[in-house]
């Protein structure tokens, strides 16, 4: 009989959740019953063959019954509590991020303080993991897409987990109709993931890419990671992240939606370990990062000191030099500003220009939309 909670559980599972558990681990079709069910069949280690009956029409009257029948089997052919498994076959079409806190230690609660700063960073470190897949940026400011609020509106967070304190975020994700290795097969040139199984594929490969250059921390490492979409507002979310996990530091994995399962050839690595002692180098890669956000629309003046022109090309470099900062500024002009910037350096004159900071190995002004030259006496 099916009592309390476990009819809410029951009540989620559809045919297609069931199905795409089943074919998950393992299970294959082997007839059907007309329009009301198909059937699923495993062998077991002695070679027996076990088979499943799954509903397909939900508007049977019997429709929890068969449900539960099913759940019952899988319970003594996996040996585990059948309402883990119906917990499974619910998520099959989510996307589960698991953040471990406090992992092997004996506490059995966590800070309230230190659960709101889990469950707002690990927000935070979703929102600018989707803010990557629409424009990789080292800083995000600006207001959030309407496309990225959609996601996060989404996004629902699971019951903890005993042992340790467990947190989950689970992403739905769009179930596939169709395998996508086999469309590539067919001649398919490209075959686009959902957004949402985009930002959690991001996800783990942004992970990976902080704990690269919190583990070899130079400039390689943080301009690699940030041409992949790494941010400072990742790079702080996982710090803060960490920092509440306890002495052990933060175990995270990612479980994905067997409904539309990842490719093994493509290697995505899915469970991490972050140490504790890697706090001070990734808040330190966040301040980097930060320090090359563009200053939009930024005046600067100065004198040229160097040009270089390619053979062939109308454009050009110039370096300018600011002598109130002394500071070395490269930028590149197209023929008439390049031009205008050699009459500059043979006169001696001074030049203006209004574009976009940017702070990386050097600094730069891009996006010019304005350039004057004018004599010294003019300041």
């Not at 169709?178 to 490209?190: D, P, Q, T, Y």
């Not at 900071?357 to 010019?368: A, D, G, M, P, V």
């Amino acid at each position: 009989m099916i009592v309390g909670r476990d009819v809410d559980v029951v009540d989620k599972i559809i045919s297609g959740n069931c199905e795409a558990y089943l074919k998950n681990k393992g299970w294959h079709r082997t007839g059907k019953i007309g329009c009301v069910a198909v059937i699923f069949g495993k062998e077991k280690e002695d070679g027996q063959l076990v088979e499943v009956l799954v509903p397909v029409d939900v508007e049977l009257l019997d429709y929890k019954n068969r449900i539960m029948d099913l759940l019952l089997i899988l319970q003594n052919f996996e040996n585990r509590e059948w309402r883990y498994i119906a917990n499974d076959i619910v998520l099959s079409t989510y996307d589960t991020f698991r953040i471990v806190a406090f992992k092997g230690d004996a506490s059995t609660s966590l800070p309230l303080n230190d659960a709101s700063t889990l469950l707002y960073k690990s927000l935070a470190m979703m929102s600018s993991t989707a803010q990557s897949i629409i424009s990789k940026r080292p800083h995000f400011q600006s207001k959030r897409s309407n496309e990225v609020n959609d996601f996060l509106s989404k996004l629902r967070m699971g019951h903890t987990e005993r042992g340790s304190f467990i947190m989950t975020i689970q992403t739905p994700i769009p179930p596939s109709f169709a395998n996508n290795l086999s469309l590539l097969e067919k001649g398919a040139s490209f075959v686009e993931e959902p957004f949402e199984r985009q930002v959690t594929t991001r996800l783990c490969s942004l992970i990976s890419e902080a704990m690269m250059v919190a583990n070899n921390p130079n400039e390689d490492t943080l301009t690699k990671s940030a041409s992949n979409g790494m941010s400072a507002n990742f790079f702080d979310a996982l710090a803060d992240i960490v920092s509440v996990c306890g002495e052990s530091g933060a175990n995270l994995d990612m479980t994905w939606a067997s409904a539309r399962p990842i490719e093994s050839s493509l290697n995505i690595k899915n469970n991490f370990f972050v140490k504790k002692e890697t706090i001070g180098t990734l808040r330190q890669a966040g301040i980097e990062l930060k320090a090359r956000t563009p200053e939009k629309n930024v005046e600067i003046s100065g004198v040229v000191t160097t040009l270089h022109k390619d053979t062939g090309k109308e454009s050009g470099t110039i370096k300018l030099v600011i002598p109130e900062k002394r500071k070395l500024i490269s930028i590149e002009l197209d023929g008439n500003n390049y031009n205008l910037a050699i009459d500059a350096h043979k006169n001696g004159k001074m030049v203006t220009l209004k574009g976009d900071l940017e702070k990386r190995s050097r600094t730069q002004l891009t996006n010019i939309s304005e350039m004057k030259i004018f004599e010294l006496e003019e300041l």
